[in-house]
């Protein structure tokens, strides 16, 4: 099926073809995504946290939200990551429940699209952080400079 639609939103092909939104990605060509650790989930929050305004985006079967903004700084507390901050982007996430972790870089309706994907132990994406656009829609360069590093492994040595 993503051989059919290379491009297409992979949380809907899974549930055409009835399997996790995970599942679809791994099936993805490996240039396509590159995994990190699921235990350098704060590492990676901090790091995201230093690149200026990003895409925030949770996918569920009822929504897609999307939130431009900072991510703020998080702290763990309560069985949660908790994140506040001068951000439209806040709150508490279940950080334990994070099983897997991608940067993605594919096609998404014929343009370069590079996220970093965060997923449960059902499979399905907890949120998504995107590399933002431009006001000429091109991918933000320092972001996708910082993204780059992310894939050669720069925050799995640090």
Request: hydrophobic fraction near 40%.
């Amino acid at each position: 099926m993503l051989a059919e639609k290379p491009d297409g939103v992979i949380e809907a092909i899974a549930r055409e073809v009835g399997v996790s939104t995970l599942a679809v990605l791994e099936a993805a060509p490996a240039s396509q995504r590159s995994a990190i650790p699921a235990a350098h989930f704060e590492a990676l929050w901090q790091e995201l946290s230093q690149w200026g305004k990003v895409l925030f985006i949770v996918h569920t079967p009822d929504i897609v939200l999307e939130c431009t903004g900072i991510l703020p700084r998080g702290s763990f507390g309560h069985g949660y990551y908790n994140i506040h901050g001068d951000s439209p982007i806040g709150g508490h996430i279940k950080a334990g429940n994070c099983r897997a972790i991608h940067l993605v870089d594919r096609l998404f309706h014929g343009r370069r699209s590079c996220s970093i994907q965060f997923f449960n132990g059902a499979g399905e994406a907890m949120f998504k952080v995107f590399v933002r656009r431009g006001p000429d829609r091109e991918l933000d360069p320092e972001q996708l400079a910082r993204f780059e590093a992310l894939k050669t492994g720069a925050l799995v040595r640090t």
